[in-house]
């Protein structure tokens, strides 16, 4: 136990990397198409924080192993998807991304469980799912 | 309300504080059995990509590189007709290899172009279906099948090649196929038959 507590109380002098920045690149998803101002909004809540450089993080990221567990999260969403560097794709890879997060929230696999259990206003409504799927065809067929 | 919030976040966080250590070490040896895997898969896809070299020796002015990628997506394709994920998983993975091998160097500036936009949309597909389950696989099958087709479009084959379309996957999906009869990869054994012959390449 008393071993358990000095891990503990150590790997809190462990430093992580943290994914926040100040510059809006320009090649972000929000600034390159016309996204009204309610779809922002939740794509911010929603998805930005592991799909975006800019994490809005929560006070218990302050805390290990909590903080390498996000930071964990957050590269593997960056690496799959990140809005902040949109305008960097092809056309072809776009469409492809579009049609995988339209999947994504189809099928409630996004936004996670686990990010939701804690950020209940990330939880998208049917109908806030239906808005933004019907908004993501959109550009989608607007690419071609 | 904002009660069942704090104790929420509080038992989330001892639940993480307490299974977050053993966690880390259990992805350790998982991350090891991927590097294990990777590397059986590199093995195979050298022994494959071998007997593929003499193949394109005999057929002297054709493109080796885009004629592996299409033998390689015709294996996965049929690991899909035969609803065997371990192998598509596989086969997605050397796919993903022969993908990244491609010499783009003999096309036009612009061939080259929208050969490197595809080759990077397929790779990502390829890497997706070496690693999920086969409902997922076969999604992103749908696009890489698209790829791949256009891919063909600039490159061309030696042989004759079949676009078969099934109008029940997902509003209509497209894939090819070297032989004129049709099975399904995106149903399998359900409905091996459902499709038709849409357009013949060469």
Redesign the interface.
């Known amino acids: 136990m008393l071993v358990l507590l000095v ?2 109380v150590g790997i809190q002098f462990i430093p992580t990397e943290g994914n926040q920045s100040d510059i809006v690149p320009k090649t972000d998803f929000m600034l390159v198409n016309n996204v009204p101002n309610d779809i922002k909004n939740k794509l911010q809540v929603s998805c930005y924080d592991c799909h975006s450089n800019n994490t809005n993080y929560p006070w ?1 990221n302050k ?1 290990q ?2 903080a ?2 996000l930071e964990d999260h957050i590269k593997e969403g960056k690496a799959e998807l990140n809005f902040s560097e949109w305008d960097s794709l ?4 776009k469409a ?1 991304k579009l ?1 995988s997060i339209i ?1 994504q929230i189809e099928s409630d696999k996004m936004p996670l469980d686990s990010y939701t ?2 950020h ?1 206003d990330a939880i998208l409504t049917d109908s806030e799912k239906q808005e933004i799927i019907q908004f993501l065809t959109q550009i989608n067929e607007n690419l071609n | 309300m904002k009660n069942l919030k704090v104790i929420t976040g509080i038992l989330a966080m001892t639940f993480l504080t307490l299974t977050a250590m053993s966690c880390k070490d259990a992805k350790k040896e998982q991350n090891n059995d991927e590097g294990h895997n990777t590397e059986m898969n590199h093995d195979n896809s050298d022994g494959h990509h071998d007997s593929d070299k003499k193949e394109m020796a005999m057929n002297s002015n054709q493109d080796g590189n885009a004629e592996m990628i299409l033998k390689d997506y015709f294996n996965l394709k049929d690991a899909l007709v035969s609803d065997d994920e371990a192998k598509a998983k596989e086969f997605g993975a050397v796919l993903k290899k022969s993908l990244e091998n491609l010499d783009v160097s003999k096309y036009t500036e612009e061939q080259q172009t929208e050969l490197k936009e595809i080759v990077e949309d397929a790779i990502e597909h390829a890497e997706h279906i070496s690693e999920s389950p086969m409902a997922h696989q076969r999604e992103h099958f749908k696009v890489l099948s698209k790829d791949v087709t256009d891919m063909v479009a600039i490159t061309g084959t030696a042989n004759t090649l079949y676009e078969q379309f099934c109008p029940m996957y997902d509003k209509g999906s497209a894939w090819l196929s070297k032989s004129e009869e049709v099975r399904n990869p995106y149903y399998g054994s359900k409905m091996l038959k459902c499709g038709k012959v849409q357009k013949e390449i060469n």
């Open positions: 891990v503990f218990y805390i192993p909590v390498w567990f092809s056309n072809r890879r492809s049609r999947k259990l804690i209940s």
